[in-house]
């Protein structure tokens, strides 16, 4: 997908004289591969919230025998209102978990179950939270809204060759691209993830999925190369860290709820894949 990309910046930043002729080249790459995304705001008046009791009608989700902190809930039919991915479904609701005990990183295989996110309709009751909930793990509701927007993906996914831009031009293109980010928290569904760190996320969900380790303590990691099965994965739900919403991931992190377009578009969540970057 993106090979020609590669050669086309390398050959047209390398030589830039002027910084600017450098940050322009890039930015107008990044906008050329933009794809839309739901960013999710403060003051919202429908269903959807950060934290509070979830409309749960399915057993309360547990990991290791403890039970998982609700993060989200998400109206499927107010996000489609709003523009939101195709290959959601329409109706229903969306609810996220996560065990903040085992603060899984979404790197090795025993993560699976850490992080769980469960689609229903019907039934809008509201859950009941265990009893042996911590009270550290309870998030207080923050009503959430919608709104369409273009997510541009990572520079580092053009290949840039760094080494071969004078200092002058490698800030002009990171001041170029900061500039292009919305404000934060940057809460999101669909589009191009904004990584804290590494970009190459599908991959990694596809590795470790497929059995690949990815905590070594070196940063190592065992990945191959993009294979058909790794971008067939969308980015379900990214979520800041937010004071406002009173969560905080790892060192002012992000979570980055991940599933395969067609395990969405058949209305199953039951496989997703959930990855903390911090600082």
């Given at each position: 997908?993106?090979?020609?990309?590669?050669?086309?910046?390398?050959?047209?930043?390398?030589?830039?004289?002027?910084?600017?002729?450098?940050?322009?080249?890039?930015?107008?790459?990044?906008?050329?591969?933009?794809?839309?995304?739901?960013?999710?705001?403060?003051?919202?008046?429908?269903?959807?919230?950060?934290?509070?009791?979830?409309?749960?009608?399915?057993?309360?989700?547990?990991?290791?025998s403890r039970p998982l902190s609700c993060i989200a809930q998400l109206?499927?039919?107010?996000?489609?209102?709003?523009?939101?991915?195709?290959?959601?479904?329409?109706?229903?609701?969306?609810?996220?978990?996560?065990?903040?005990?085992?603060?899984?990183?979404?790197?090795?295989?025993?993560?699976?179950?850490?992080?769980?996110?469960?689609?229903?309709?019907?039934?809008?009751?509201?859950?009941?939270?265990?009893?042996?909930?911590?009270?550290?793990?309870?998030?207080?509701?923050?009503?959430?809204?919608?709104?369409?927007?273009?997510?541009?993906?990572?520079?580092?996914?053009?290949?840039?060759?760094?080494?071969?831009?004078?200092?002058?031009?490698?800030?002009?293109?990171?001041?170029?691209?900061?500039?292009?980010?919305?404000?934060?928290?940057?809460?999101?569904?669909?589009?191009?993830?904004?990584?804290?760190?590494?970009?190459?996320?599908?991959?990694?969900?596809?590795?470790?999925?497929?059995?690949?380790?990815?905590?070594?303590?070196?940063?190592?990691?065992?990945?191959?190369?993009?294979?058909?099965?790794?971008?067939?994965?969308?980015?379900?739900?990214?979520?800041?860290?937010?004071?406002?919403?009173?969560?905080?991931?790892?060192?002012?992190?992000?979570?980055?709820?991940?599933?395969?377009?067609?395990?969405?578009?058949?209305?199953?969540?039951?496989?997703?894949?959930?990855?903390?970057?911090?600082?």
């Amino acid at each position: 997908m993106f090979t020609w990309l590669f050669r086309k910046v390398r050959r047209d930043v390398g030589p830039a004289r002027d910084p600017t002729d450098a940050a322009r080249v890039v930015v107008d790459q990044l906008k050329a591969l933009a794809q839309p995304c739901l960013r999710i705001l403060g003051g919202g008046t429908g269903a959807s919230r950060l934290g509070g009791v979830p409309n749960l009608a399915s057993p309360w989700p547990r990991y290791e025998s403890r039970p998982l902190s609700c993060i989200a809930q998400l109206d499927l039919a107010e996000m489609r209102a709003a523009g939101g991915p195709d290959w959601l479904p329409d109706a229903g609701r969306l609810m996220f978990f996560y065990e903040l005990e085992h603060g899984s990183w979404g790197m090795e295989a025993k993560d699976s179950g850490s992080s769980v996110v469960v689609y229903e309709t019907g039934d809008q009751s509201w859950a009941t939270e265990p009893a042996d909930l911590a009270e550290e793990a309870r998030f207080p509701t923050y009503p959430v809204r919608f709104a369409w927007d273009a997510s541009i993906p990572s520079e580092e996914r053009l290949g840039i060759d760094w080494k071969r831009l004078a200092k002058a031009e490698r800030l002009a293109i990171e001041a170029a691209v900061e500039a292009l980010q919305p404000p934060g928290p940057i809460h999101q569904v669909g589009g191009f993830a904004h990584p804290v760190q590494d970009p190459d996320m599908e991959l990694q969900c596809q590795s470790v999925t497929e059995g690949a380790y990815l905590g070594y303590s070196d940063g190592s990691k065992t990945l191959g190369p993009m294979s058909s099965d790794a971008a067939d994965w969308r980015l379900l739900l990214q979520l800041d860290t937010d004071n406002d919403a009173g969560m905080m991931w790892g060192d002012t992190g992000m979570l980055y709820f991940w599933i395969r377009e067609q395990d969405a578009r058949a209305g199953d969540f039951s496989r997703i894949w959930m990855i903390l970057q911090c600082c």
